[in-house]
C-alpha cells in the first residue's frame, strides 16, 4: 500500500510542475489510474492513497472489479476498444467512456444507458498519428461523428482522447498533442461545449499537460508493469 502510495504521490508531483511550468493550475489535470491486469486489492491500495478514478480495458475483468468493490467511492472509465456485443455493461457500469470512434458504437451507449443513472460522459477517440493499427476517428471525420454523438440522448460530449505513436523526442510528443488540441479549439469554435482532452501516460504526460491535457491515464508509473489480463 506504502508503495503505491508513494507512487501516486510521485505521479501527483510530475502533473504538478508540468502544470506550474506552462502557467496552468495542477488541479485542472485529473489523473486516471489506469487499473487494466491489477486486481482490486491494489485498486483499494491506490483508492487508500487518494485515487478514486480508475481505468479499464477489459469488460470481464472491469466488472468483477466492480462486484469486488462496491464499498469504494469510486468513479470507472472504459478506456479500451470498443466491441458492440460488449456496450451494454459498459454503459451500465461506467461514468466515461475514453475510445468512441463510431456512430454505431455510440447509439448503442445511448440506447442502453439506464435512464436512472446520469448522462455517460463521451470521448471521441482520435486517430491523430494515422496509425492503421489503432483505434480511432480520423481527423476529417471527427466533426460529423461529433455532431451524430451530440445529438443522442443519455450521453454526454465531453471531449477528445487520443494514443498518439510512441516516441521519446519530445518535439514529436508535443506536435501530436497539439494537433488533437487544434482539433478541440477547431469543435468549440463550431458549438461544441468540449471540456475535456484526455491524453498523456506514464511516458508523455509532461507534453501532454503542456499542450492542454485535463486527463493524463497513468498505469505503469502507479502500479508498475502490467501482466496478463486478469
Given amino acids: 500500500m ?15 510542475r508540468a502544470a506550474v511550468q506552462c502557467g496552468r493550475a495542477p488541479a485542472s489535470i485529473a489523473l486516471l489510474a489506469v487499473s487494466k491486469t491489477f486486481g482490486p486489492d491494489l485498486i483499494r491500495a491506490a483508492h487508500n492513497g487518494g485515487q478514486r478514478a480508475f481505468g479499464e480495458s477489459y469488460t470481464q475483468e472491469a466488472l468483477a472489479k466492480i462486484a469486488a468493490l462496491p464499498e469504494l467511492d469510486l468513479e470507472w472509465h472504459f478506456i479500451g476498444p470498443l466491441q458492440s456485443n460488449k456496450t451494454k455493461p459498459i454503459a451500465e457500469h461506467f461514468a466515461w467512456v475514453h475510445g468512441v470512434d463510431r456512430a454505431k458504437i ?7 444507458r439506464p435512464p436512472d443513472l446520469p448522462p455517460l460522459n463521451i470521448c471521441l477517440q482520435v486517430n491523430v498519428s494515422g496509425e492503421a493499427s489503432k483505434s480511432g476517428v480520423a ?22 482522447m487520443a ?17 488533437v ?35 493524463v491515464r497513468v498505469g505503469s508509473a502507479i502500479f508498475g508493469e502490467r501482466g496478463i489480463p486478469l
Avoid: C, W, Y
Fill in 139 to 160: 481527423p476529417a471525420q471527427l466533426a460529423a461523428l461529433a455532431r451524430e454523438v451530440a445529438a443522442l440522448p443519455r450521453l454526454k460530449l465531453r471531449g477528445l
Fill in 2 to 16: 506504502t508503495t503505491i502510495s508513494n507512487a501516486l504521490q510521485a505521479v501527483r508531483d510530475r502533473i504538478a
Fill in 106 to 112: 455510440a447509439q448503442r451507449l445511448s440506447e442502453q
Fill in 163 to 179: 494514443i498518439p505513436a510512441p516516441t521519446e523526442d519530445a518535439a514529436q510528443q508535443h506536435a501530436a498533442f497539439r494537433s
Fill in 181 to 215: 488540441r487544434e482539433l478541440f479549439k477547431q469543435l468549440n469554435a463550431q458549438g461544441f461545449a468540449l471540456d475535456t482532452l484526455s491524453m498523456g501516460m506514464s511516458s508523455d504526460l509532461e507534453a501532454a499537460i503542456q499542450e492542454g491535457a485535463t486527463i
